[in-house]
Nanobody
Framework: QVQLVESGGGLVQAGGSLRLSCVGS????????MGWYCQTPENEREVVATVTGSGSTNYADSVKGRCTISRDNAKNTMYLQMNSLKPEDRGVYYCHAWAFTAVGRPPQEDWGQGTQVTVSS
């Protein structure tokens, strides 16, 4: 059974930092493409950053230069380091994976339960 479990959200003042973590289980983590998405009541779930199994990264324009996505395959964990946070960064952050679960099986899409990020001005 695939599980993606996020942690690290919370309340922070504008200009502060948070590090989100996502631990994956039940997947072939090192070859699965992963990412972070953010959803607010006003907007649909939007991509924040992605990292492939080989380590290539992409970022939404809104977070470039302020956020860093990384992964530690030995720990089956993906991170999002968020710096210089702005009130508009608030939302529920979801861990996403195109997860390989077995050799020869196509990847499946999975989501974590989300972690809330609140940024006060």
């Amino acid at each position: 059974q695939v599980q993606l479990v996020e942690s690290g959200g919370g309340l922070v003042q504008a200009g502060g930092s948070l590090r989100l973590s996502c631990v994956g289980s039940g997947i072939m983590f090192s070859i699965s493409n992963m990412g972070w998405y953010c959803q607010t009541p006003e907007n649909e779930r939007e991509v924040v950053a992605t990292v492939t199994g080989s380590g290539s990264t992409n970022y939404a324009d809104s977070v470039k230069g302020r956020c860093t996505i990384s992964r530690d395959n030995a720990k089956n964990t993906m991170y999002l380091q968020m710096n210089s946070l702005k009130p508009e960064d608030r939302g529920v952050y979801y861990c996403h994976a195109w997860a390989f679960t077995a050799v020869g099986r196509p990847p499946q899409e999975d989501w974590g339960q989300g972690t809330q990020v609140t940024v006060s001005s």
